[in-house]
């Protein structure tokens, strides 16, 4: 008879890994399944990134490092950080951790308290909330606005109160594919610095984005003290599976990260970091491919979608659409008649908050090719 902590039982199984285990499930039957449930970019890790690192591990770069990473890969992060992000920051205030994901949940442990609110967008990435429950806190969930291409609401004030301690910012946005206006994220600024919150403000998809530009809100008037910049190599650089990541904190908080940090995993894997050294200091030019080809793909997905009757805004970054199926049916059961009449695996728009029961997320992390299929098969459900 084993009792589970509180802090796991009040976690719920991931919704999008549901589905994504049923795709996977009927794929491993040999049906022929079109995938589109996957956060990861179908593309190979850059060579140049590959080759340092395996130069790095026979070079006998296989020993602890410290726990906030190796000091050159700080000082990238940093240089990047400071002239692409215009935040102004120093490498000591830059820790590498393993991947973006686990940088959030360590910043979660670090300042969430029992009982602490936090303002997450509604719809946000399944793993925000998880990580809030883990640390104790109370997620306060907070409506975007579907008309306007999924940015935050004007008036977020009306959701904080004495117990509110951060708001979470994720732009480019998953599942949304949203990309915050300037204003908007200077309304989020002034709050934050109006009602002393700190901001979570993950930029991992910074790199997938068309036509808008990337803007940090930690570089913004005040922000700096603030925020807690989360991004990784995952998305930009296609390294999902090498789990690099690294997150900029104020010096207030920066210690207790480190302290939390060498208690656990105690450094990122050492040879790793010297590919993460790489991607940020070498050629850039397979960022701008796959940019391109990300372009490419958005607009057959989205034009298709928009030809079947389905409302779809175009996305501005990322790699999700985000379609209202409402008119034929809740999201949930969009979903199921996609894989079960079509072989199409979608997520359901549920999994990332109420906001998204008539919607289903599609990662287009696939070939034009497999779009183009998938759209035709999905005409079937959709007439
Ligand atoms: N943040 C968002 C919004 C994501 O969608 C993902 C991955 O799907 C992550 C973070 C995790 O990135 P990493 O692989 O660096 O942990």
Not at 229 to 249: D, E, H, P, Q, V
Not at 295 to 304: A, I
Not at 325 to 339: M, N, Q
């Amino acid at each position: 008879n084993i009792m589970i902590s509180s802090r796991l039982a009040r976690v719920e199984e991931s919704a999008t890994m549901k589905s994504s285990k049923r795709a996977k499930d009927l794929m491993s039957r040999g049906v022929d399944v079109i995938n589109f449930t996957l956060g990861e970019p179908d593309f190979d890790t850059p060579k140049n990134i590959m080759d340092k690192t395996i130069e790095a591990m026979k070079a006998g770069e296989t020993h602890y490092s410290p726990a906030v990473g190796l000091p050159a890969l700080r000082e990238a992060i940093a240089e990047k950080l400071r002239t692409e992000n215009k935040i102004d920051t120093k490498a000591s205030n830059v820790m590498v951790t393993p991947g973006a994901k686990q940088g959030i949940f360590e910043v979660m442990m670090t300042l969430i308290d029992e009982g602490d609110e936090v303002l997450l967008m509604d719809p946000s990435w399944v793993s925000y909330d998880a990580c809030i429950q883990m640390a104790g806190g109370k997620t306060v969930w907070v409506p975007t606005d579907p008309e306007n291409k999924y940015q935050p609401l004007h008036d977020l004030s009306k959701y904080v109160t004495s117990k509110t301690k951060m708001i979470v910012v994720n732009t480019p946005c998953n599942p949304t594919g949203s990309v915050f206006d300037k204003s908007h994220l200077q309304e989020i600024a002034d709050l934050a610095n109006d009602h002393n919150l700190f901001v979570l403000s993950d930029e991992i998809y910074e790199k997938i984005i068309y036509d808008k530009k990337h803007i940090s809100i930690a570089s913004m008037d005040g922000m700096a003290d603030r925020t807690i910049t989360i991004n990784g190599f995952s998305k930009a650089y296609a390294m999902t599976g090498w789990r690099l990541g690294y997150l900029n904190a104020p010096a207030s908080v920066f210690p207790s990260l480190e302290k939390i940090q060498s208690h656990s995993i105690s450094n990122v894997t050492t040879f790793v970091q010297y590919g993460g050294i790489e991607a940020l200091t070498g050629p850039q030019d397979t960022v701008l491919n796959m940019q391109k080809e990300f372009k490419e793909r958005r607009s057959v997905l989205v034009n298709g979608l928009l030809k079947l009757g389905l409302k779809c805004a175009m996305p501005d970054g990322a790699f999700y659409a985000y379609p209202d199926v409402g008119e034929f049916g809740p999201g949930a059961r969009i979903t199921d008649r996609l894989l079960d009449e079509a072989q199409v695996a979608v997520s359901p728009g549920i999994a990332f908050g109420e906001s998204g029961k008539n919607n289903i997320r599609i990662s287009y992390a696939t070939s034009v090719d497999r779009i183009k299929e998938a759209l035709i098969r999905m005409e079937k459900v959709f007439q």
